[in-house]
């Protein structure tokens, strides 16, 4: 007796129609677009310009470090980052006049006058070691900081919230609470070299 032969399905046109399932789906599909942190980054120096020249007064500038075990350092104070938000919205605003906070020079606004704009940078630095968690929640007080300053800007100049400015009345805000967060690269303090 002759053994019988199994049916067997073509399979020719699979690869086809699998190739032609995965362009589909490439097409069809959104990617989520992620916009990460938002910062300005300074203009490059121009070529006759000497180094002397870009120097920043030591009082105008604020350290926050972050450690690798997440603990925080706020000028030469340890801080939790509850507090961060607070510090940094009185070194930049200098209510008091204190020599060893930001000097405020007047500026004049296009759309507004004269304001007393703070010369604050914040300078934030980082470990290696620093956890993700750690690192945003800093990142996030500081903006609010500087977000609530625009907002208390809104408030006295216009009555309203930043939020609800016009755009041109947004950029004042910006001019007069300018944010000036520089970034350092991590290191590895825990290494020796």
């Not at 199994?6 to 362009?23: G, H, M, Q, R, V």
């Not at 200098?94 to 914040?122: F, H, M, R, T, W």
């Not at 309203?160 to 009345?169: G, H």
Request: proline share 6%; net charge neutral; charged share 30%.
């Amino acid at each position: 007796m002759a053994k019988k032969k199994t049916p067997a399905i073509n399979s020719s046109s699979t690869a086809d129609i699998a190739f032609l399932l995965l362009c589909y789906f490439l097409m069809t599909t959104t990617m989520g677009s992620q916009t990460g942190l938002s910062r300005r980054l300074p203009p490059m120096p121009d070529e006759k310009t000497k180094v002397d020249d870009q120097k920043v007064n030591r009082r105008n500038i604020i350290i926050v470090k972050i450690n690798s075990a997440d603990k925080l350092l706020a000028g030469s104070d340890p801080i939790d980052v509850s507090q961060l938000k607070d510090k940094i919205k009185e070194f930049l605003t200098n209510p008091a006049d204190d020599p060893n906070l930001p000097e405020k020079e007047v500026k004049d606004i296009e759309g507004y006058g004269e304001y007393p704009v703070s010369k604050g940078v914040i300078s934030l630095q980082n470990d290696r070691g620093t956890s993700y968690h750690a690192y945003i929640a800093v990142q996030n007080e500081l903006v609010k900081a500087v977000n609530e300053l625009r907002d208390e800007f809104a408030y006295k100049a216009y009555n309203k919230p930043f939020i609800l400015l016009t755009e041109e009345q947004q950029d004042i805000c910006k001019a007069a609470v300018p944010q000036n967060i520089s970034e350092a690269e991590p290191k590895d303090v825990g290494r020796k070299r």
